[in-house]
């Protein structure tokens, strides 16, 4: 797969438009209430009778908080009330268990992430008492095979809490950065010092933690191309193994906590893709490796591995080295894949509390992907990760003719192929490197519900 990139700002402006990350598909406006948590069992216990069964991963959400971030549009709760976070974990507990009822002993557990809100919210105890319940209730894997992630703000985060994270069993992490400029994390109300960052990578890195990655935005408040190429530099040196680099979408009509940002402190379009341009130079300059959308790796990191070995995959937490896994979600709103379904828990933390306090699983709504759906998601799947999709293998699996098929899509990407995005022959579609910054583009062009949820009113994020 070609690795190189071309930043070109006019055909950048140009493309600058709203769509789907495509960290599923059908992405989540098509889940519906009709599929509920009966449904979701089935397909569970179903998930058990295939051929050789998927090994399993297990995502679990932390909705809490201790402050609020300005930019913040994840599903949360800011409070200093530790209770709340006891109760929600016995309910956890409970919901563990009840799935750990689905799955056969057998499959193991490869992956575990822990996301949020603030996963690192929880006391050390408290997460020990999770993997813990975890480990009773499921198969986690326990060699070096295993992928056990954690989020991390810096600002709750004590050194001492890394090697008893090392202990049981995590060897991944994420330190959510944004910003290093003193100026700019007031104006979000995110203030750490570079040093905490530097610190608590380089204390992973002592006991054992194999990859991290390190989240960063821009088009924040009061951020210009200098004071982000500043932050840039003093990330590189760190040196954490992977980066995402993501778009701030201002939308405070959506999330309220928005509104506390004033947009004259908001970088112009302009200024924007010059932060982007600038962020891909160094990066690359540096030595990282563009997987997709806004994430870079090392060459020498799993993820950059997977993307060259084409067995890259795409879910909910973005970009992952692991394409065979069921996914199951535990705690409020999080999102989980099993077999050909999606499933989402309740949202809000005390519909979930009460779910599950009645002895039901949490799933409010999901989806039944259809063999269209299975189709077309395998399509975007494959341009999203490897940049490539060759139509022998497509229709071997289909039995479909990829051309007679897709003659609409085809034609839909012909402006694509114009501007020198896209090159299109009879064996395959390959994204060239002045289109591998618009993946979403290409991918949108295989979306059947695309123009369904335009007039529905439906919007997302620019795709850069």
Same mark, same amino acid.
């Given at each position: ?56 991963? !297990? ?14 549009? $994840? ?17 956890? @507990? ?14 193991? !557990? ?8 603030? #996963? ?11 993997? +813990?319940?975890?480990? &009773?209730?499921?198969? /986690? ?50 203030? %750490?010092?570079?040093?905490? $960052? ?10 054992? @933690?194999?990859? *991290? ?14 004071? @982000? ?10 040196? #954490? ?16 906590? +928005? ?6 402190? /908001? ?6 893709? *010059? ?9 690359t300059d540096a030595g990282y490796v563009f997987i997709g959308m806004d994430h870079f790796a090392l060459p020498e990191d ?22 065979? =896994? ?17 499933? %989402? ?8 509390? &009460? ?29 999203? =990760? ?7 293998? !497509? ?34 579609? +390959? ?5 591998? /910054?618009?993946?979403?583009? !290409? ?7 695309? &123009? ?13």
């Amino acid at each position: 797969m070609e690795q190189r990139l071309q930043f070109d700002r006019d055909l950048l402006r140009r493309y600058d438009v709203s769509g789907p990350r495509y960290t599923s598909y059908p992405t989540a406006p098509q889940f519906h209430e009709d599929f509920d948590d009966q449904s979701y069992a089935a397909a569970a216990r179903a998930s058990n009778e295939v051929p050789n069964p998927k090994p399993l991963s !297990v995502y679990m959400h932390v909705p809490f908080c201790s402050n609020v971030c300005f930019y913040c549009a $994840c599903n949360k709760i800011v409070t200093a009330n530790y209770r709340h976070a006891e109760e929600y974990l016995e309910h956890v @507990f409970r919901e563990i268990a009840m799935q750990s009822e689905l799955f056969d002993d057998n499959r193991r !557990v490869e992956q575990l992430h822990l996301g949020g809100g603030t #996963p690192n919210y929880l006391r050390d105890e408290d997460i020990a008492r999770l993997v +813990q319940n975890l480990r &009773e209730h499921f198969n /986690l894997e326990e060699s070096d095979k295993r992928e056990f992630s954690i989020e991390i703000d810096p600002r709750d985060f004590h050194l001492e809490s890394v090697s008893r994270l090392a202990e049981l069993g995590f060897n991944r992490m994420s330190v959510g950065v944004q910003d290093l400029n003193s100026t700019v994390q007031k104006a979000v109300n995110r203030e %750490q010092s570079p040093e905490l $960052c530097r610190s608590i990578i380089e204390e992973g890195r002592r006991y054992g @933690f194999r990859s *991290t990655n390190v989240d960063l935005i821009y088009g924040l408040p009061k951020q210009t191309a200098e004071s @982000f190429e500043q932050t840039l530099d003093e990330i590189i040196d760190i040196r #954490p193994e992977r980066l995402a680099i993501y778009n701030y979408a201002h939308l405070p009509h959506l999330f309220k906590i +928005q509104k506390q940002i004033k947009e004259d402190d /908001l970088p112009g379009p302009e200024e924007k893709l *010059t932060l982007f341009g600038r962020t891909i130079e160094k990066l690359t300059d540096a030595g990282y490796v563009f997987i997709g959308m806004d994430h870079f790796a090392l060459p020498e990191d799993e993820l950059a591995k997977s993307q060259k070995q084409g067995t890259l995959h795409r879910n909910f937490q973005g970009y992952s080295t692991r394409a065979d =896994c069921d996914l199951i979600a535990l705690g409020s709103t999080s999102i989980g894949k099993i077999g050909p379904t999606y499933s %989402q828990n309740l949202r809000e933390p005390e519909d979930y509390k &009460e779910r599950i306090a009645n002895g039901r699983l949490a799933v409010f709504r999901g989806l039944e992907l259809s063999a269209e759906d299975l189709l077309r998601r395998e399509v975007i799947i494959e341009l999203m =990760c490897h940049s490539q999709l060759q139509f022998a293998e !497509v229709e071997k699996k289909h039995g479909i003719d990829f051309k007679d098929h897709f003659a609409a899509e085809i034609e839909r990407l012909e402006p694509l192929v114009d501007d020198g995005l896209v090159d299109i022959n009879s064996e395959r579609i +390959q994204v060239l490197p002045r289109g591998r /910054l618009m993946l979403r583009h !290409v991918a949108m062009a295989f979306d059947a519900y695309l &123009e369904r949820e335009a007039t529905q009113g439906k919007r997302y994020s620019k795709v850069l």
